[in-house]
Structures are given as structure tokens and as C-alpha cells.
């Protein structure tokens, strides 16, 4: 087991936004953090980083509490990719190698450098090494912190909705490279999604979010017209396609 929430609950000082969050990851699987909007997915991920502190509940990482881990030895463990600005002029490189950061004490190693090109040829962003951030594509550029999420190699991946302001290609490889990722380096992934298509071609599970409690949670068993109704509150059907569910707004 990598991650494992009970009972997880978190306020706002004048807004309860968790209540009760109930779910566990074992390596290699991917969570895809459905519901609609505000209904607390972000919230969730900075509670798993401790950027917010839950007001109850308890988070295993492993056997240990994520609670209390000292800060340097979470970052080594958890790696954090949030919707925000990049520095524009650090370059591919350079940004990639801020993932070591948890782990450098005086200056940058062999090791440090190793694992940066090592993560860069991973991704194939060696050619792209030496460009600023500001002469990426949005795809790119996604890349490039996922990649920095990979050098702190860490047990478990946080994404703040990965796949928002991508196109279709640069959504279906950003997905499939985490997926990846997670599975080959017995990772476990927590993502927060809007896309539900996008979702059920790549997670293993599923937390559904209704204003802050779980709607539901498993398997694809979960993601079922009557649920995404409730959640979402617009009718749907689910077809298959080669197996994967695909669900259709009416
Ligand atoms: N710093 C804050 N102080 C008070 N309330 C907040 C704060 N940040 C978020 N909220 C509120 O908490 C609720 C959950 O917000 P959160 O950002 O977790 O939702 P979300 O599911 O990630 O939404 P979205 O899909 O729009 O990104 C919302 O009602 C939001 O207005």
C-alpha cells in the first residue's frame, strides 16, 4: 500500500469542504478525483502535500503517517504538480533539476545531474534541454514539470487537473506518460480530472466528489449513469468502445 486516507476532513475557516474522504493506492495505480467544480478535488491534493492541514483523519504514506514526516522527508516522497506559473526564464533543464531540490545540501551532485538527464530522456525532452520555459508548448511545458515531479523520485504523484489547456494529442500522451510512469516505477498517482472520457482511459480507480463527501469510490464499477447524474446533474449513457466505457452527455 503507497497512500491510504480515513476519515479525511478539512475546513475553510468559515467552509466545511471535506468530510469523511475514504480511499487507498497500491503501487502501480492511478486515482482519477472526479466532481464538479469546488467540490473539493484541490482541496483533497493539498491536504495529501500538506499544504493544508486536515482538521481530522488519518494519511499513511507506507507504514508512516504523512502527518508526521519532517517537510524535507515529504518532498522526497511526494511529488506535487499544481496548476501554476513556471519561471519563464529557467530553462528545461535547470527546471527539471529544481525537482532534486529535497536532496541537494551543499551543492548539486553527480547523482543530481545523473537522474535530471536520466528523467529528460524518459519524457524525450533531451533536444528541448536548453530552451526557456517560455519557448515551450503547453504540451511541452506540462512535460517539463511532470518530469520535475519524476526527478524528486518520489512514491507518490499529485497532478492538479494535468490535461487542462492541452489538445487532444498532448491530453492522450500526457495521460498515457503518467500511466506509464506509475506503473513501470511502482508508483501510485492521485489526479484530479475534469474529462471523464479521459478519466476511463486511464485510471485504475475512481473518488467521486459530491460538495466535499464521497459520492463514490472503486473501480470502473463506479462510474455508472446514475452516478455521473447525481455528481454532475446531467443525464448520461455509457457505451463501450473496445471495452472502455465512453460516457455521453443527452
Ligand atoms: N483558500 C480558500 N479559502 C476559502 N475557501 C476556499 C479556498 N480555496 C477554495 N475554497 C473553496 O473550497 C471549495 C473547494 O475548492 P477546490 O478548489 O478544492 O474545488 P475543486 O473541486 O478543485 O474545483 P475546480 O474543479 O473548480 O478546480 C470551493 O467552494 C472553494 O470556493
Known sequence: MILSVQGLKFSYPSRPVLENVNFALE??????????????????????????KPQGGIICLGEEA??????????????????KQENPRNTVFDAVLLGRKPYIQWDVTKKDLEITV???????LEDLALRYLDELSGGELQKVVIARALAQEPDLLLFDEPTSNLDLRN??????LIKKVVKERG?????TMHDLNLALRFADKYLLLKKGAVFAAGG?????????ESVYAVP????KYQEIPVVIPL
Open 27 to 52: 503501487k502501480g495505480e492511478c486515482l482519477a478525483v472526479l466532481g464538479t467544480n469546488g467540490a473539493g478535488k484541490s482541496t483533497l491534493l493539498k491536504c495529501l502535500n500538506r499544504i493544508l
Open 66 to 83: 504523512l502527518l508526521q514526516l519532517n517537510l524535507n522527508a515529504l518532498a522526497r516522497r511526494v511529488g506535487y504538480v499544481a496548476q
Open 118 to 124: 536520466q528523467v529528460l530522456q524518459l519524457l524525450e
Open 171 to 176: 491530453q492522450v500522451e500526457v495521460t498515457r
Open 187 to 191: 508508483l501510485a498517482a492521485v489526479v
Open 220 to 228: 470502473v464499477e463506479v462510474i455508472t449513469p446514475e452516478n455521473v
Open 236 to 239: 448520461v449513457v455509457i457505451n
